[in-house]
């Protein structure tokens, strides 16, 4: 029953920012990490930004110095601050969570949002 929103996507002008936000809810007992992804049309899926339990971040490179990745544990959040985006930045972005459920002990399971649209005009 874990579930988890995206929200913040929306159409933006090269060089203009945009903030993403997900929350999870549902009987989460411990998180190991939260990521985000993104798909463009005819590519596959691909990891932009990730944070562990230890709020140790890491960024694929084309992205790096322009996103960062935050979370709030308390509320269990993940945020996508993306600054300086480019149009090759559009694709629909999906937050993913690596969770063991109060329901699962030990079990590492990995759950996915639906999405939201980021479109970055020239």
């Known amino acids: 029953q874990v579930q988890l929103v995206e929200s913040g996507g929306g159409l933006v002008q090269a060089g203009g920012s945009l903030r993403l936000s997900c929350a999870a809810s549902g009987s989460i007992f411990s998180i190991n990490a939260m990521n985000w992804y993104r798909q463009a049309p005819g590519n596959e899926r691909e990891l932009v930004a990730s944070i562990n339990s230890g709020s140790v971040t890491k960024y694929a490179d084309s992205v790096k110095g322009r996103f960062t990745i935050s979370r709030d544990n308390a509320k269990i959040a993940v945020y996508l601050l993306m600054n300086s985006l480019k149009p090759e930045d559009t694709a629909v972005y999906y937050c993913?969570?690596?969770?063991?459920?109060?329901?699962?002990?030990?079990?590492?399971?990995?759950?996915w949002g639906q999405g939201t649209q980021v479109t970055v005009s020239s």
């Open positions: 993913n969570g690596l969770f063991t459920t109060a329901q699962a002990m030990g079990v590492r399971r990995s759950y």
